[in-house]
């Protein structure tokens, strides 16, 4: 490698910006959807977590009032049958079904413990839904931001070559700005694939713990509404 070439690839830019620029349109398409796609992964995850931790702190309070001793009845009539905490709208829900099923004499319509516990499992359900909204996206950017940089990768590195055929010239710096180019698409991809394969993790384990701490809830407070139906 002779002197001139040496100093001709180190004129050359190879900042981001720089090669950003220099990059193909479909390679500088792949880039910036991976960049999208990275920071609406961000954008979720951040929304999530202060989600989640608005979510156990509103459980935490409830339970402190559940538990207090104050009469469900009370409780209930404090809240209001449309409150706005995920724990509280499931105990809504399963003391909207109690209420429902007396009948006018005061007695109980038969298969009220199974309403009252089809009643919560709503209720749950449509908490899940909140909680794990967006992850799905999260496990998609994970799976596929890697290949996508990866196709961008080829197609400019196939684009590279092209252009070394075209000038027949093998020389540093005319190979280097290509090739950089390109592998820059697969950086990208992984910059946006690993927080999103780690968060999913982390926010699906976090999800599953809050929606098992409503189903323990919905468990405790249907044995309570049980002992009331045998008595």
């Known amino acids: 490698m002779n002197t001139e070439t040496l100093a001709m690839a180190q004129e050359l830019d ?8 220099r990059a193909t349109l479909t390679v500088k398409v792949v880039m910036i959807g991976l960049l999208a796609m990275s920071f609406w992964s961000w954008a979720i995850i951040v ?11 509103e459980a935490s309070i409830f339970d402190r009032a559940f538990w ?3 009469p469900l009845d009370e409780l209930f009539e404090k809240l209001g049958p449309q409150p706005d905490g995920q724990s509280e709208k499931i105990f809504a829900a399963g003391m909207l079904e ?8 005061g007695g109980l319509i038969a298969g009220a413990q199974s309403r009252i516990d ?7 359900s449509r908490e899940s839904e909140v909680l794990n909204g967006g992850l799905s996206f999260l496990a998609t950017v994970g799976s596929t931001a890697p290949f996508i940089g990866l196709f961008g990768t080829v197609y400019g590195i196939m684009h590279a070559f092209t252009q070394i055929a075209a000038t027949k010239n093998t020389d540093l ?3 280097a700005p290509g090739i950089a180019e390109a592998l820059m698409a697969t ?20 999800s599953e713990r809050i929606l098992g701490g409503y189903e323990a809830f919905a468990d405790e407070f249907a044995t309570i509404l049980s002992r009331q139906l045998d008595a």
């Open 47 to 57: 929304r999530k977590h202060i989600m989640y931790r608005a979510a156990r702190l």
């Open 98 to 105: 109690w209420r429902r099923s007396h009948r006018q004499d």
């Open 173 to 175: 710096a005319t190979v």
């Open 187 to 206: 950086g990208i991809g992984l910059v946006a694939a690993i927080p999103a394969v780690v968060f999913y993790n982390k926010l699906n384990a976090d």
């Open 118 to 124: 089809r009643a919560m499992d709503v209720a749950i």
């Open 14 to 21: 190879f900042s981001l910006l720089a090669l950003f620029a």
């Open 68 to 70: 207090s001793g104050e």
